[in-house]
């Protein structure tokens, strides 16, 4: 077994730049927590970076490192990271939240016809509820009308006409029939 230390170098190299990617993929996920700040988010990206960096560190084994990773690559793939983040995150962090933003600002361009045809679709939802209820209603009156013949007829059993003008009698009776009760009484009383 041979060492060759010229394929090492390029290992050493690949792994660093492959840290360099790692902190710039978690500073413009970073740029995306900073811009919503909830935990969904954080967490969403946080699952996504994890699941970047080990498919990425796999696929850097099996090509790169041989089927192998080995302590230097993981090792230099820190050091990328870190010099990442002392070196290019201060510049490139403000641009991330600039991107970031105005994709957000696009987005909500983009959504705002598709609000308003969930609005209309509401709207019109309401509408033919609003319409079925009534026919629902209306075929509900038609049909009480229907099964029960007998409330357009009077007290004998005749059909047709209003009870109206002899409810009103009745109610004169009573009253006047209260009102004599009620001066009986006072007279008693005296």
Same mark, same amino acid.
């Given at each position: 077994?041979?060492?060759?230390?010229?394929?090492?170098?390029?290992?050493?190299?690949?792994?660093?730049?492959?840290?360099?990617?790692? +902190?710039?993929?978690?500073?413009?996920?970073?740029?995306? !927590?900073?811009?919503? %700040?909830?935990?969904?988010?954080?967490?969403?990206?946080?699952?996504?970076?994890? &699941?970047?960096?080990?498919?990425?560190?796999?696929?850097?084994?099996?090509?790169?490192?041989?089927? *192998?990773?080995?302590?230097?690559?993981?090792?230099?793939?820190?050091? +990328?990271?870190?010099?990442?983040?002392?070196?290019?995150?201060?510049?490139?962090?403000?641009?991330?939240?600039?991107?970031? %933003?105005?994709?957000?600002?696009?987005?909500?361009?983009?959504?705002?016809?598709?609000?308003?045809?969930?609005?209309?679709?509401?709207?019109? *939802?309401?509408?033919?509820?609003?319409?079925?209820?009534?026919? %629902?209603?209306?075929?509900?009156?038609?049909?009480?009308?229907?099964?029960?013949?007998?409330?357009?007829?009077?007290?004998?059993?005749?059909?047709?006409?209003?009870?109206?003008? *002899?409810?009103?009698?009745?109610?004169? &009776? %009573?009253?006047?029939?209260?009102?004599?009760?009620?001066?009986?009484? !006072?007279?008693?009383?005296?």
């Amino acid at each position: 077994m041979e060492n060759y230390v010229q394929a090492q170098l390029v290992s050493f190299a690949q792994a660093a730049l492959l840290g360099l990617l790692g +902190g710039c993929l978690y500073d413009l996920l970073r740029a995306v !927590r900073l811009y919503r %700040r909830s935990r969904t988010v954080t967490h969403i990206t946080d699952a996504l970076y994890t &699941a970047v960096m080990l498919l990425m560190l796999w696929m850097f084994a099996l090509r790169l490192g041989g089927g *192998e990773l080995r302590l230097y690559m993981l090792a230099a793939a820190a050091l +990328g990271f870190a010099l990442y983040f002392l070196l290019l995150s201060p510049l490139l962090l403000p641009l991330w939240k600039f991107w970031v %933003r105005a994709a957000a600002e696009f987005g909500a361009v983009l959504w705002k016809p598709a609000a308003w045809s969930m609005e209309l679709v509401k709207k019109v *939802e309401i509408s033919i509820k609003k319409l079925f209820y009534f026919w %629902r209603k209306y075929a509900t009156i038609k049909k009480y009308k229907w099964d029960c013949p007998y409330l357009g007829e009077n007290d004998n059993g005749k059909g047709g006409g209003s009870n109206h003008e *002899e409810q009103k009698k009745r109610k004169k &009776a %009573r009253r006047r029939n209260d009102a004599g009760g009620a001066a009986a009484d !006072r007279r008693g009383h005296i």
